[in-house]
Nanobody, 128 residues
């Protein structure tokens, strides 16, 4: 069964950090572009970060640039999202998604679209 499972969400105070994980099973994540997305209550889903299959090219939404870092360990079939300096407006359900695509460079977030597989999400709450 092909699936993505996110973990690492929780409650954190403003200014704190969390690391989310996205683990794949049933397929080899190393062939896929991976996007992290989030959806806050009452808002549309937005792209947060995008990483190419080899992990050497990334892109971020302006709202998280310089605070979030995406990385991957293809040997572990896992992608990570390190979130620092968290703000209350980062509160959302975070999803990872995979697209079978070979790209050398990620230059825009739009390259993480038309995703093939989605996880069920993990809730991140930033509150004092």
């Amino acid at each position: 069964q092909l699936q993505l499972v996110e973990s690492g969400g929780g409650l954190v105070q403003p200014g704190g950090s969390l690391r989310l994980s996205c683990a794949a099973s049933g397929f080899t994540l190393g062939y896929y572009v991976i996007g992290w997305f989030r959806q806050a209550p009452g808002k549309e889903r937005e792209g947060v970060s995008c990483i190419n299959s080899s992990g050497n090219s990334t892109n971020y939404a302006d709202s998280v640039k310089d605070r979030f870092t995406v990385s991957r360990d293809n040997a572990k079939n896992t992608v990570y999202l390190q979130m620092n300096s968290l703000k209350p407006e980062d509160t959302a359900i975070y999803y990872c998604a995979a697209r079978l695509l070979s790209l050398k460079l990620i230059t825009t977030m739009s390259q993480c679209s038309d995703m093939d597989y989605w996880g069920k999400g993990t809730l991140v709450t930033v509150s004092s």
